[in-house]
């Protein structure tokens, strides 16, 4: 499994921005499709966006739309979150996915990262 580690998150109130960044570990990520997931405490992870390898295909979940925006440098092996407009309820851990066919399923993707914090006062 490719392994991937988050970076940027943190505290930031509302209406404020944050740029997550998910980078692989190596050559082993090849051409996968990346997602962004969050788990807030007590509730299920949900999908948040993916983007395929070309960036040709991107999913936004509906809260989200408009706010945040998911791109790609392969180059870099690194897949970024813009995120913009917070709301408290964006408050999660927020954890980036592999998989080699985009989709909004998070048992379809089968390498995670670790995850980061990100936490919206209001």
């Known amino acids: 499994q490719v392994q991937l580690v988050e970076s940027g998150g943190g505290l930031v109130q509302a209406g404020g921005s944050l740029r997550l960044s998910c980078a692989a570990s190596?050559?082993?990520?090849?051409?996968?499709?990346m997602g962004w997931f969050r788990q807030a405490p007590g509730k299920e992870r949900d999908f948040v966006a993916a983007i395929s390898w070309t960036s040709r295909t991107i999913y936004y979940e509906d809260s989200v739309k408009g706010r945040f925006t998911i791109s790609r440098d392969n180059a870099k092996n690194t897949v970024y979150l813009q995120m913009n407009s917070l709301k408290p309820e964006d408050t999660a851990v927020y954890y980036c996915?592999?998989?080699?066919?985009?989709?909004?399923?998070?048992?379809?993707?089968?390498?995670w990262g670790q995850g980061t914090q990100v936490t919206v006062s209001s």
């Open positions: 996915a592999a998989t080699e066919v985009i989709t909004r399923k998070s048992a379809e993707f089968g390498s």
């Open positions: 190596g050559p082993t990520f090849g051409r996968y499709a």
